[in-house]
Structure formats: C-alpha cells, structure tokens
Nanobody, 128 residues
Framework: QAQLVESGGGSVQPGGSLRLSCVVSGYPYSVYYVGWFRQAPGKEREGVAVIYIRDGTTYYTDSVKGRFTISQDNAKNTLYLQMNSLSPVDTGMYYC?????????????????????WGLGTQVSVSS
C-alpha cells in the first residue's frame, strides 16, 4: 500500500508562489496516476493537476492552467506542484493522491472515486 506525505504549504500574499511536495513510499507497480486535489472550507474536494507516471502526460483543471505545474522526480519518489500567481481562491487543503485506474479518460481524471490512496494534506492560505 502506497503512503503519501505532503509538505510545502504555507501562507502567502496574492501573486506569490509555493511549491508543494509529496513523497510516495511503498509505491506499488499498479499505480498509474498521481495528482493533487484541494478542498476549500465548505466546498467539495476538487482535482487540480494529475500526471500519468508512465509517460509524464499532465492534466490540469482550467482554473490553474498557466499558473500551476505538476512534475515528478522518480529517483526521489516525489511529486511536486509548483504554484505561481496565487490568489485567495487557491486557498485550501491540498492533498496528494494516487490512482491504480489504468487508462483514465480525461473526463474522469478528477473523479475522486478513481483515486485510491490519499495523503493527509498540507494547508495553503493566500491572503493580503
């Protein structure tokens, strides 16, 4: 069973940047996708960015395209989320997740039911 541990959250002003990290241990061969989700207070958890670990294909929700970049360092078993031009709407708990669902169609990429292992989250707060 994979274990995911996030770090890198914090408080920043609008326009600032943060880089989140997620160390993956016990990484089973059957995991195909790793990604980031977030949950704002009073809202449902939503997908932010996903990477297909076999070939590095990335997927982003529309609201973060051009601002966030997901990447992986296979040697370190670490997933990253570089977040630039942050705004208050980006505030929330950010979760790392892994999915063993092979060949996810893009319209299911952020369906939480397709994601099998979750970290405990790291808090991101954007305010002036």
């Amino acid at each position: 069973q994979a274990q995911l541990v996030e770090s890198g959250g914090g408080s920043v002003q609008p326009g600032g940047s943060l880089r989140l990290s997620c160390v993956v241990s016990g990484y089973p061969y059957s995991v195909y996708y790793v990604g980031w989700f977030r949950q704002a207070p009073g809202k449902e958890r939503e997908g932010v960015a996903v990477i297909y670990i076999r070939d590095g294909t990335t997927y982003y929700t529309d609201s973060v395209k051009g601002r966030f970049t997901i990447s992986q360092d296979n040697a370190k078993n670490t997933l990253y989320l570089q977040m630039n031009s942050l705004s208050p709407v980006d505030t929330g708990m950010y979760y790392c997740a892994a999915s063993a669902a092979g060949n996810l169609p893009e319209f299911e990429m952020f369906d939480r039911r397709k994601w099998h292992v979750w970290g405990l989250g790291t808090q991101v707060s954007v305010s002036s």
